[in-house]
């Protein structure tokens, strides 16, 4: 077999979101992205373009072998995640198969999504607010049967909330601090009422910070534990912290029965290592685009599962072109999976980007279509309009 050739790696940037073309000397093109708000990691992306060059996209992990030292904690696996989820879908397109086909194959044949960023979420930081939101995202046409809210230091509702931690609620800072009682009654309150509305029919996730003490975190999984949530996610460390904190998170896991969860922020299955292997929480939720791309994601979520682990997947801001690949990869993970975190996706997205299913989402779940690759083609007339004078993309 003859081999392909790498001829240009590309990436522009629309409505924040980086987008990532690679070229070969065969005429296909791989398509790719990074989460929203990356416009600074564009030229993280054409740095790897010399390491790329020549190589045959096909071999995936040959080709990886080559950049994926170079990468780290989110944001910056970012780069290093967006080029393997391209060459995946230059694989398969070369192939004629859906990516899943080429991990091994498909699992499911639709994959459950749990919505954190769609429909209006609360817009205040009292128990109403959060009751009125979950009253209305409840009966979205899309019929999700997952719910994620922020409380707690995620959002900054512990900035709003006057007393609510001993620390620094000022704008620019990663809070952190022990939360008071006042605090940890009023997140409580928040979480009662988000139940009240979704009681038993639909699951209930709350993202807390990071920036919880290990003694908070655990009085407020205790304090919870009869409302059967499906996780408290990152508490003590996550989003963007530059490591884990293996310990803290056992020593609360450990001690409650509501599920702890990380693990958006954190860099390849070496990363993760310690955290399954030490059974220190019990979800995780890496992100394709932040963790390597999808086949180090497939390896991660294998590796939970033999530990007794389970797995949601994040992806809140990961667009239309991350979301194809969640897709994929999500098809094929063991029976670990719940549900991976449905992108926001701003009206933008269906016009620069075709094939997937439209309407997307159906009574929570999304069909896994069977097109090449990732399944998705930019619209690049539509794209052209959006893209800033001068800029090379399309040429
Ligand atoms: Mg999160």
């Known amino acids: 077999m003859m081999d392909m050739k790498i001829t240009d790696l590309k990436c522009t940037v629309v409505e924040g979101y980086p987008i990532v073309r690679i070229d070969t000397d065969e005429g296909i093109s791989g398509l790719s992205q990074l989460e929203f708000n990356r416009d ?25 072998l080559r950049i994926r030292h ?53 817009k205040g930081w009292a128990p109403e607010d959060y009751a009125e939101s979950a009253r209305k995202k409840k009966s979205l046409p899309e019929g999700f049967t997952i719910f994620k809210y922020a409380i707690g230091f995620h959002g900054r509702m512990f900035a709003q909330v006057p007393g609510s931690f001993y620390g620094e609620p000022e704008e620019g800072y990663r809070l952190r601090g022990h939360v008071t009682e006042r ?21 209930l996730a709350i993202d807390c910070g990071p920036g919880f003490s290990p003694q908070a975190a655990l009085s407020l999984a205790k304090a919870v534990e009869p409302l059967n949530l499906l ?11 530059p490591y884990t904190a293996v310990e803290a998170f056992r020593l609360v896991s450990s001690n409650t029965t509501t599920p702890i969860h990380t693990g958006e922020q954190i860099y390849l299955r070496y990363g993760f290592k310690d955290l399954i292997e030490k059974n220190a ?7 394709p685009l932040d963790d390597g791309g999808i086949a180090e994601l497939k390896w991660i979520a294998e590796f939970a599962d033999l530990h007794g682990i389970l797995i949601a997947p994040h992806g809140v801001g990961d667009g239309m072109i991350g979301l194809a690949a969640l897709i994929q990869v999500c098809a094929t993970l063991p029976q670990n999976y719940i549900a991976f975190e449905m992108p926001r996706l701003d009206s933008f997205w269906y016009e620069i ?29 539509a794209l052209r309009k959006r893209l800033p004078e001068g800029d090379d993309f399309l040429s």
């Open 40 to 64: 600074y990691n564009k030229p993280q992306v054409l740095f790897y373009k010399r390491f790329l060059l020549g190589q045959d996209p096909r071999n995936v992990e040959r080709v990886m």
């Open 70 to 122: 170079l990468g780290g904690f989110k944001p910056w696996g970012s780069a290093v995640s967006a080029i393997e989820v391209a060459l995946w879908d230059i694989a398969g397109k070369a192939a004629g198969l859906p990516v899943y086909r080429l991990l091994g194959g498909k699992i499911r044949d639709r994959v459950r999504v749990y919505n954190t960023g769609t429909g209006p979420g609360p």
């Open 183 to 203: 605090g940890l009654k009023h997140a409580i309150n928040c979480i009662r009422a988000l139940k009240e509305v979704f009681g038993d029919e639909c699951g």
């Open 231 to 241: 996780w408290l996610e990152d508490l003590i460390t996550g989003d963007y912290t």
């Open 281 to 287: 929480v019990d979800v995780i939720g890496p992100d």
């Open 353 to 381: 980007v075709e094939g997937l299913p439209n309407p997307l989402v159906k009574e929570g779940f999304i069909e896994v279509p069977d097109k090449p690759g990732l399944g998705v083609e930019l619209n690049e007339k």
